[in-house]
T-cell receptor
Framework: GENVEQHPSTLSVQEGDSAVIKCTYS??????FPWYKQELGKGSQLIID?????GEKKDQRIAVTLNKTAKHFSLHITETQPEDSAVYFC??????????FGTGTRLTVIP | GAVVSQHPSRVICKSGTSVKIECRSL??????MFWYRQFPKKSLMLMAT?????????EQGVEKDKFLINHASLTLSTLTVTSAHPEDSSFYIC????????????FGPGTRLTVL
């Protein structure tokens, strides 16, 4: 099955700096890659996603890039704010609806 | 946006008892719902996929007789942990897929189960 690896496991940045979280996947048939933000008590929220026919997608301060050849995708958060502090999960989907998740990255934005 | 609720948010039970967790899609119909389990400092692990009106599909290693899943309507799925043991203590999260979407899953806030 699919294997998703995520790095780093923890990340601290100064407010206003950028944060980058990287994920790799193993199944070349994976075609959908969502990113989730998990906050205590709020569950996991989809923040951005990308499909395999697109190389990059942006939504305000958040962007995701996908390199199908290398089988990796990254989340970029620019101009970070304290409210961006959370655990972020990447995921990959192969064919069926099952999502395979990375191990999460705890992002701390220092004011 | 799409909202998924879970009830209860937190439950403590005695070993040997059964616990039911509900997952509801509040403003959309979900033909497919997923149940995940999250261990401390670990990723979400898919336990089973349930489709409305049919039997759930369990992932390898998940005991179907222990984790009973029912998806009786387009807005409700339940997970019942039967004969709970301390090792079942975990954070259980459901997600629901909008019947109008091919990809997006909306997650519930999770249920913290503690088995004494």
């Amino acid at each position: 099955g699919e294997n998703v690896e995520q790095h780093p496991s923890t990340l601290s940045v100064q407010e206003g700096d950028s944060a980058v979280i990287k994920c790799t996947y193993s199944d070349s048939a994976s075609n959908y890659f969502p990113w989730y933000k998990q906050e205590l008590g709020k569950g996991s929220q989809l923040i951005i996603d990308i499909r395999s026919n697109v190389g990059e997608k942006k939504d305000q301060r958040i962007a995701v890039t996908l390199n199908k050849t290398a089988k990796h995708f990254s989340l970029h958060i620019t101009e970070t704010q304290p409210e961006d502090s959370a655990v972020y999960f990447c995921a990959a989907r192969t064919g069926a609806n099952n999502l395979f998740f990375g191990t999460g990255t705890r992002l701390t934005v220092i004011p | 946006g799409a909202v998924v609720s879970q009830h209860p948010s937190r439950v403590i039970c005695k070993s040997g008892t059964s616990v039911k967790i509900e997952c509801r899609s509040l403003d959309f119909q979900a033909t497919t719902m997923f149940w995940y389990r999250q261990f401390p400092k670990k990723s979400l692990m898919l336990m089973a996929t349930s489709n409305e009106g049919s039997k759930a599909t369990y992932e390898q290693g998940v005991e179907k007789d222990k984790f009973l899943i029912n998806h009786a309507s387009l807005t409700l799925s339940t997970l019942t942990v039967t004969s709970a043991h301390p090792e079942d203590s975990s954070f259980y999260i459901c997600s629901a897929q909008d019947r109008g979407s091919t990809d997006t899953q909306y997650f519930g806030p999770g249920t913290r189960l503690t088995v004494l």
